[in-house]
């Protein structure tokens, strides 16, 4: 009885929304501690006061795969099947970033595309840190508008496997939602501005002395450069026709060395054969 599902639960994605966590980490997550002992009866409510105590969020950990209280409040919350109005409040929480990480998790599970973007893309602007426990049970650093990345693109998080939405770009298209504005654009735009009045400010010829002499130098490094790229250049071409003509010289003198041993043999032949006649 206490693993049931509440009686007037509405299914989620046309299924038991317990059944969105598999069937072997849910029967793990049943069987621990955590869960007969913490998630025993607990209310909407009393559930708020458990996700404050969250220290790190992740799935399953250990050769034999124990639920982190994470994964164990996220399937009590598909249990009871709280209203979203409390699910909205715990992803606009900023006091307690569990409590936001667990509700946008939750809504990533049982909301619709619209829903995903709307209450999540305002979490990219949360760069705080958060512990994370991998299956190695070993904790990691993540940020919030990581978490909130992996949630919208990847197909598994926490060792749940989610639902599939739509894409951004198909909302836009149909009008069901307007398209994202980055909080960056603003920072950018701003920083465009004061480049450009400070470019305004004075004129190619008005460049200050300073910034002169810096450009004068940086001109005489990158000709010096260039000059002594230039000599290495001539000095290795120079040091390879060497080496031919060399090699030529070798060559040549070789031949006619042979050449000299060939015409002493024929003369002393050519003596041995007067001597023989005479």
């Not at 034999?64 to 209280?69: E, L, M, V």
């Not at 426990?133 to 060792?159: A, Y």
């Not at 390879?240 to 030529?248: F, G, I, P, T």
């Amino acid at each position: 009885m206490a693993n049931r599902t509440v009686k007037d639960a509405k299914s989620v994605h046309g299924t038991n929304p317990q059944y969105l966590v598999e069937k072997i980490i849910r029967s793990r997550i049943y069987d621990s501690k955590y869960w007969k002992e913490e998630c025993f009866a607990l209310t909407a409510e009393l559930l708020v006061d458990k996700a404050m105590e969250l220290r790190f969020i992740g799935g399953v950990f250990g050769g034999n795969i124990k639920p982190t209280p994470f994964l164990c409040l996220t399937l009590k919350m598909l249990q009871i099947q709280p209203e979203k109005d409390i699910v909205v409040e715990f992803i606009k929480n900023e006091e307690f970033k569990y409590v936001r990480a667990l509700g946008a998790f939750y809504m990533r599970l049982t909301g619709s595309s619209l829903d995903c973007y709307k209450y999540l893309e305002p979490l990219y602007n949360d760069n705080r840190k958060l512990r994370r426990q991998n299956r190695q049970s070993q904790f990691e650093i993540v940020h919030m508008d990581e978490f909130i990345d992996e949630l919208l693109r990847e197909e598994r998080v926490c060792d749940i496997i989610l639902p599939r939405i739509q894409k951004r770009s198909v909302l836009e298209e149909n009008n069901e939602i307007e398209a994202k504005i980055s909080a960056l654009e603003d920072d950018l735009d701003d920083d465009i501005d004061i480049e450009d009045e400070e470019l305004l400010k004075y004129d190619l010829d008005e460049i200050p002395k300073e910034e002169k002499k810096e450009k004068k130098k940086d001109k005489k490094r990158d000709r010096s450069r260039s000059r002594d790229r230039h000599h290495s250049r001539e000095r290795e071409k120079h040091k390879k026709d060497k080496d031919k003509e060399r090699e030529r010289d070798k060559d040549k003198r070789g031949k006619d060395r042979s050449r000299r041993d060939r015409e002493r043999r024929k003369e002393e032949k050519k003596r041995d054969n007067d001597r023989k006649r005479r």
